[in-house]
């Protein structure tokens, strides 16, 4: 019996993908939940899975086509796998079709490639370029480069963006991850890190500027009571911003394990469509690259994204004295459409606020 291997769905809005690369090939045994394939849609990377054991016996499309969701892109003969002798793949080759250089997620292990020597006469030593020289190398960009490419022009298009800074002492911070480290650690099973300081602040801010949480659609503000924030997550592929579901009703160790679980996935390259779907507010942090000060730029259709920064030991003025504290320059980019500049400055001064005295938010004030 045949079965067909279908492309999974891809979430809304999406109805296309590139099929990055196989993994199988024809009269390769396969077992259920084995990886067959690997496509890219203009957000993420997926996996195509066997959903039965058998024998890979006909592939439909080649690496770099596009597909859409629900597509037999493959079939298996279910039951007792029987080993054919590998062959190219089942797909009517397009005339004069340009082959697409697509650079797969994970690399397979490469054929060894025999060089045979030419004698000096058949090529002057002359036209042979050095070892060390000038050298180009055009590549097609993949699909989520492509995305990112579209939306941060249609951000820069569309909206009309300010960005406001300021900067907060990260010690009373600090001081808190290092006396309580090591218990956050121990009782919820999860890193205490300066992120989930941060989206507790934004959440507080959202709160009081809810304009800030607003995007807009036509020539309507629509407000949101709820809080899903983005964190940008730094991949090899590219930039992707998985969401925090409802922010505000999660507790600082739920905070971490879901920034936690979206690295991981990131890495792998397992995200889901529905994690990175919506999103109200989004949060980005060049310090972990090094970035002293930078202008994020907006995430469509959000109204505005803060951005972090690097920690540097900087001298400050404090009650008439000058100290050295670990400051963190902070930003907020928004759009000026609707978020008026009291709002972002305001917004911006309550994130410097909780950070600075965290206990305040505990103690309602």
Excluded at 196 to 203: E, G, M, Q, R, Y
Excluded at 253 to 259: K, Q, S, T, W, Y
Excluded at 328 to 347: E, T
Aim: aromatic fraction near 4%.
């Amino acid at each position: 019996m045949n079965i067909d291997i279908k492309v999974p769905s891809l979430g809304e809005s999406e109805s296309e993908a590139t099929l990055v690369a196989w993994q199988k090939h024809v009269g390769d045994t396969v077992v259920e939940d084995d990886v067959l394939a690997e496509i890219e849609s203009d957000k993420i990377t997926m996996e195509v899975t066997a959903t039965a054991s058998g024998t890979l016996t006909e592939v439909r499309k080649r690496d770099g086509d596009m597909v859409a969701p629900g597509e037999v892109i493959g079939l298996i003969e279910a039951g007792e796998a029987v080993r054919q002798p590998r062959k190219p793949a089942a797909v009517a080759k397009k005339a004069d079709a340009p082959v697409a250089v697509v650079e797969p997620v994970k690399a397979k292990a490469a054929e060894p490639v025999k060089i045979e020597a030419k004698p000096e006469t058949t090529k002057p030593v002359a036209d042979v370029p050095p070892a060390e020289g000038r050298s180009e190398q055009r590549v097609p960009m993949s699909a989520l480069r492509k995305t990112i490419a579209r939306r941060l022009k249609e951000a820069q298009s569309t909206a009309a963006i300010l960005t406001t800074f300021n900067e907060v002492n990260m010690q009373p911070v600090m001081g808190l991850r290092s006396r309580y480290r090591d218990a956050f650690k121990e009782r919820h099973g999860a890193n205490l890190g300066f992120m989930s300081f941060f989206v507790k602040a934004c959440v507080e801010g959202l709160r009081r500027f809810p304009v800030v949480n607003a995007c807009v659609e036509g020539e309507e503000i629509i407000y949101r009571n709820y809080q899903d924030i983005g964190i940008a997550v730094s991949t090899e592929k590219g930039l992707v911003v998985p969401v925090l579901r409802d922010a505000g009703g999660l507790s600082m160790a739920g905070i971490e394990n879901a920034i936690a679980g979206f690295a991981e996935k990131a890495r792998s390259g397992t995200l889901q469509p529905g994690d990175l779907k919506g999103g109200t507010f989004s949060i980005t942090n060049g310090g972990v690259f090094g970035s002293l000060l930078s202008t994020p730029i907006l995430n469509p259709p959000q109204s505005a994204i803060l951005g972090m920064h690097a920690i540097q030991q900087r001298p400050v003025a404090e009650n008439g004295q000058v100290v050295i504290r670990p400051m963190m320059y902070i930003a907020l980019s928004y759009d000026h459409r609707i978020v008026d500049g009291r709002d972002a400055v305001q917004f911006l001064t309550t994130v410097k606020e909780v950070m600075e005295y965290p206990g305040r938010v505990l103690l309602d004030l």
